[in-house]
């Protein structure tokens, strides 16, 4: 069965009404399938219906739900509705206390220091890397580069440029 959510488009007391028309025009059309008879008063809506002046051609496909008022909310309502988002402390009222999953890791003390509390410090357990198959990407045997810069070292401007350009394959 195919669900058609077309009608979040439409103002609130039109969705009432456009769903309203489309469940009896199911049901009718449900009622038609089984066979069962029908009640004269259920063939013709009452004149004060808006579907009155519909033509049998322009009504619903048989396939078309309506949905309830919570997915059309969902779907481009203004009224919250399902959202499968995790919660803010401003969804729900103020006992809620996300925070950011950062705590202290010490103490301040009075004259400006911080003192360090071994106990709130995260410990990481080591495996034994003696027998271990995973490697690291990066080669053991690759010995550290050293630059080669002019007397003002490394932050030169000099330097700066010269890099630049080999970079960049400028002249």
Same mark, same amino acid.
């Given at each position: 069965m195919a669900f058609a959510l077309t009608l979040s488009y439409l103002?609130?007391?039109?969705?009432?009404?456009? %769903? !309203?028309? $489309?469940?009896?025009?199911?049901s009718r059309q449900r009622q038609a399938e089984a066979g069962s008879p029908r009640h004269p008063s259920t063939d013709t809506p009452p004149a004060s219906h808006p579907s009155t002046n519909r033509t049998p051609s322009a009504a619903a496909?048989?396939?078309?739900?309506?949905? %309830? !008022?919570? $997915?059309?909310l969902m779907m481009g309502g203004t009224k919250?509705?399902?959202?499968?988002?995790p919660l803010t402390?401003?969804?729900?009222?103020?006992?809620?206390?996300?925070?950011?999953?950062s705590g202290s890791m010490g103490r301040h003390t009075k004259y400006g220091?911080?003192?360090?509390? !071994?106990?709130?410090?995260?410990?990481?357990?080591v495996p034994d890397l003696g027998d271990f198959k995973l490697t690291p990407f990066v080669t053991?045997?690759?010995e550290p580069s050293k630059g080669k810069f002019g007397k003002e070292g490394p932050m030169s401007g000099e330097a700066y440029l010269e890099r630049w350009k080999r970079m960049n394959g400028v002249n």
């Open positions: 103002p609130r007391n039109r969705i009432r009404k456009s %769903t !309203r028309n $489309l469940y009896n025009f199911t496909p048989a396939t078309m739900v309506a949905p %309830t !008022r919570a $997915l059309c919250g509705g399902i959202k499968r988002l402390p401003k969804q729900v009222n103020g006992g809620y206390y996300k925070g950011t999953g220091g911080y003192i360090l509390d !071994r106990r709130k410090m995260r410990n990481y357990v053991m045997k690759l």
